[in-house]
């Protein structure tokens, strides 16, 4: 019983302290690539959403289609760059 109510304790303390956005931030390490890669295709499609927008390419290359999807900053930060 009281292992329990310790860890209770703890739980509510750690959700007081921390702000929703330190809990709730992922890192990105080793998640991308390092090489640039430039495509020229047509875009198909503008997704704005949280956490990340996306932005969905179709490649043509050799008269085969492919469809490239790259993720972007979240919403908030892009309206800063317009």
């Known amino acids: ?10 739980l509510v303390i ?6 929703a956005p330190v809990r709730a931030h992922h890192g990105d390490a080793g998640r991308y690539i ?4 430039t495509l020229t295709g ?15 390419l179709d490649i043509i290359e050799n008269g085969t289609t492919t469809r490239w999807t790259a993720e972007l ?9 317009f």
């Open 42 to 56: 047509t875009v198909a499609q503008f997704v704005m959403v949280n956490p990340h927008a996306f932005i969905v």
């Open 73 to 81: 900053n979240g919403p908030q930060g892009m309206e800063k760059s």
């Open 34 to 37: 390092a090489d640039v890669t």
């Open 1 to 10: 019983m009281k292992k329990r109510f310790l860890g209770v304790v703890v």
């Open 14 to 19: 750690w959700s007081a302290v921390l702000p």
